[in-house]
């Protein structure tokens, strides 16, 4: 096999993640990549254009997933990577606090049986958060709502 020659045996369907946008763009409550992490943005200010012509942006934003504030300071005018978010809401069933097992109705009629509750965890300890989502969880599911 020579040199200029590609191994094409495996490929995606080079679908991404995120979309670029502007910095300037970004309104609070949008989302964006920040050091990696999807994050919701919480603040964001604009400066005035400096004598090296850039306005700049800065960003204040949370993670979606742990909850850790991330900064970032860019050109209004550079594209930031913005995820592809998909929020999903699904009826719950029935909850049993002894095993951890949750029942979820889906949009289209099935179950999906294979979640536990933020306390039944593999690796580690439950958080705070972690049991009193389950609190709150288990009291609404008892009260029917």
Do not use: W
Request: net charge negative; hydrophobic share 35%.
């Amino acid at each position: 096999m020579s040199d200029d020659e590609h191994n094409f045996e495996s490929a995606d369907a080079g679908a991404s993640h995120v979309v670029p946008m502007q910095a300037g763009e970004l309104r609070k409550g949008g989302h964006v990549m920040i050091k990696g992490h999807a994050c919701k943005v919480a603040e964001i200010s604009t400066s005035k254009t400096g004598k090296h012509g850039h306005a700049k942006a800065h960003i204040v934003a949370i993670d979606i997933f742990t909850g850790k504030k991330y900064e970032d300071l860019c050109p209004t005018s550079h594209n930031v990577e913005v995820p592809i978010v998909k929020r999903t809401e699904y009826q719950l069933l029935n909850a049993d606090p002894d095993t951890g097992e949750v029942s979820l109705l889906l949009e289209n009629g099935e179950t999906k049986e294979d979640l536990n509750l933020p306390t039944f965890v593999k690796i580690g300890e439950p958080t705070d958060d972690d049991v009193k989502v389950v609190a709150d969880i288990m009291n609404f599911f008892e009260a029917g709502k």
